[in-house]
């Protein structure tokens, strides 16, 4: 354990520094692993736009069957089970959703594959490691359950931080990327995942309430969705055509942030977590800030925007795979090496044809944020 003192001088409480622990790979495992490396190197896709909107448009038109259609990534589709519904703590709102699994855990799933689990020919084995999606209940904590103001103080509140926002240097930062630009793509929308609702500043979670460095309140959500109406309006005046629409997805949106947004022009989808990714074509920016879904390797696998501004693609160098033990609660919690929003080879691949800027001034509020501009 690391020792440190105290400004007083005197010796503070040992730091305990995470327990790192490798795991267990055996010959089978190593074999598994590289079948997905190889699969992936091949093109293999682990996502397409037509397999997400086949499932998105059975689970509006036929929810509740007994099993849904799952593309796996050799391209054959598999039927899964419908899952068994959990149950459901006081307090929440629960909901049916695409979970998405990243290359990295795919390729950890396949190498720790435990023995119990090797039952069967190869072939199977390798389908059973192939699923890079599936439906999860899910549940949060319900906003409305919450003691929070009604519309006219949030709406009071987003005016407050659209303002704030416009007076901004990031604002003024984010401006120039766009208008310096001197071969813009063709933009048609803006497709904004996970930008989260109106009612984490309400309800001052994550202090989010708190004031930033420059005095004003954080609230993160409505300064990013003020920046996504921001780059409409610059390129609305710099594209010709009309100004691209808005779009975002989020499933934690409430009534209330939904109506707030629609009366400012923000259309919301709706759906089950994944809608959104299937109007994402050459024409569209991305826009997202620390998504708890993998948006660049989706996106990655499914098309070549106009622009992405996102969280910053690290090089592989900067890729960890160390899973660590933590003590949480008196129980111990192993900790995935990977952030949900993890870069791959597919995504630093991706970049390669965009020109790279970066967005210094919203750290604060969006997170270590960089625009990439198409090449055309």
């Not at 209940?137 to 929070?148: K, N, Q, T």
């Not at 109106?198 to 004003?216: I, K, M, P, Q, S």
């Not at 990655?300 to 106009?306: G, N, S």
Request: aromatic fraction near 8%; charged fraction near 25%; include cysteine.
């Amino acid at each position: 354990m690391a020792m440190h003192t105290t400004e007083s001088g005197q010796q503070a409480p040992p730091v305990r520094q995470p327990k790192v622990v490798a795991p267990t790979v055996s010959d089978k495992g190593r074999e598994l692993g590289q079948y997905i490396r190889d699969l992936y190197a091949s093109g293999a896709k682990l996502w397409t736009k037509a397999a997400i909107l086949q499932l998105e448009t059975q689970l509006r038109e036929s929810p509740g069957l007994d099993s849904y259609p799952i593309r796996y990534m050799d391209g054959v589709e598999r039927a899964e089970p419908w899952p068994d519904l959990p149950c459901r703590p006081s307090g929440t709102v629960g909901r049916v959703g695409t979970d998405f699994t990243i290359y990295q855990h795919l390729v950890h799933a396949a190498e720790t594959i435990d023995d119990t689990d090797m039952s069967g020919s190869d072939d199977e084995l390798k389908q059973q490691l192939l699923r890079s999606y599936s439906l999860v209940y899910s549940y949060r904590y319900s906003h409305e359950d919450a003691e929070v103001p009604g519309y006219s103080d949030v709406k009071r509140m987003w005016a407050e931080a659209r303002t704030n926002w416009q007076q901004s240097p990031a604002c003024e930062e984010l401006r120039a990327v766009f208008q310096g630009c001197q071969s813009l793509p063709k933009v048609t929308r803006i497709v904004c995942l996970g930008l989260g609702s109106f009612e984490v500043a309400v309800t001052r979670v994550d202090n989010d309430e708190e004031a930033g460095l420059d005095g004003l309140p954080l609230r993160r959500s409505m300064t990013q969705h003020a920046a996504a109406i921001t780059v409409a309006e610059v390129l609305g005046k710099q594209l010709p055509g009309a100004r691209p629409v808005i779009m975002a997805q989020d499933p934690a949106y409430s009534a209330l942030a939904k109506r707030i947004l629609k009366e400012d022009g923000i259309e919301v989808i709706d759906g089950y977590g994944s809608l959104a990714f299937t109007l994402i074509d050459e024409e569209t920016i991305v826009f997202s800030c620390c998504p708890n879904i993998p948006v660049k390797q989706i996106v990655a696998d499914i098309a070549r925007p106009a622009a992405m501004i996102w969280d910053r693609v690290k090089p592989e160098s900067e890729e960890r795979s160390e899973w660590e033990v933590i003590n949480q609660d008196g129980s111990e919690v192993l900790i995935s090496p990977w952030l949900t929003d993890e870069d791959s080879p597919r995504t630093r691949k991706l970049v390669q044809g965009y020109s790279k800027h970066y967005f210094r001034a919203a750290n604060e509020r969006f997170g270590d944020m960089e625009i990439f501009i198409r090449k055309d």
